[in-house]
């Protein structure tokens, strides 16, 4: 399975995040995610090649310092460009399946993304995880790549299993908590923390929980 990652930069990120965390903070938590996730990919028996999905090359370099490849965004306005792009990319390389994953999953394990894979149906068909804060889409593997449009955003995992449905293939929803959390909201970071275990995310969060940062009032 060749997965990929979409991030446009490390820098103006977070925006919900603003009131706490200053842009160096919000960099650098971005980063740590980033890495958690690349880890977890990178780890996972089921992932034959890694990709970040960026036109930024600080993301780039950092990336490929990991291990992971990059597939080139140019221009692309949204995580949805973003994966079309991708998509597209990988449909002419002849790939016949794409695992999406956003940046900011960092509860994310090697074992989350192995079940998901093995739950796959045949082709055509899609796998879909919800994010548990706004129902986006968290996780999405799509056997061939294009085979939907891609609604990222809010309420887009039902939009997503909606197009599935229309398409006539088979989707499948594995419940995989971990990937379920993204990070927006104060409250995302209070879960990391509890949650984290030893990921690089958690542990930078942590931190800022000891000095009183992100304390929703």
């Known amino acids: 399975m060749w997965?990929?990652?979409?991030?446009k930069s490390f820098d103006n990120t977070k925006s919900r995040l603003q009131h706490l965390l200053s842009a160096e903070e919000?960099?650098?938590?971005?980063?740590?995610?980033?890495?958690?996730?690349?880890?977890?990919?990178?780890?996972?028996?089921?992932?034959?090649?890694?990709?970040?999905?960026?036109?930024?090359?600080?993301?780039?370099?950092?990336?490929?310092a990991l291990?992971?490849?990059t597939i080139g965004d140019d221009g692309t306005k949204d995580l949805s460009g973003a994966a079309m792009a991708?998509?597209?990319?990988?449909?002419?390389?002849?790939?016949?399946?794409?695992?999406?994953?956003?940046?900011?999953v960092p509860l994310v394990q090697a074992a989350d993304i192995d079940r998901a894979i093995a739950g796959h149906p045949p082709a055509p068909a899609l796998t879909l995880v919800e994010a548990s804060e706004d129902g986006g889409t968290n996780l999405l593997i799509c056997s061939p790549p294009e085979i939907i449009p891609f609604r990222f955003g809010k309420n887009s995992f039902n939009l997503h299993k909606n197009e599935g449905k229309l398409a006539g293939i088979a989707v499948q929803t594995p419940d995989l908590?971990?990937?379920?959390?993204?990070?927006?909201?104060?409250?995302?970071?209070?879960?990391?923390c509890k949650n984290g275990g030893g990921g690089r995310s958690a542990a930078f969060v942590t931190k800022l929980e000891k000095e009183g940062r992100f304390v929703p009032s």
């Open 177 to 192: 908590p971990r990937i379920a959390l993204d990070i927006d909201r104060p409250e995302d970071l209070e879960v990391l």
């Open 67 to 69: 291990g992971a490849d």
């Open 3 to 7: 997965a990929v990652v979409p991030i």
């Open 86 to 104: 991708a998509a597209h990319f990988l449909t002419v390389e002849g790939v016949p399946a794409m695992l999406l994953i956003p940046a900011d």
């Open 26 to 64: 919000r960099a650098q938590l971005s980063k740590l995610m980033l890495q958690d996730v690349l880890s977890a990919l990178l780890a996972a028996d089921g992932v034959s090649t890694v990709s970040v999905v960026t036109p930024n090359h600080e993301v780039s370099a950092f990336a490929a």
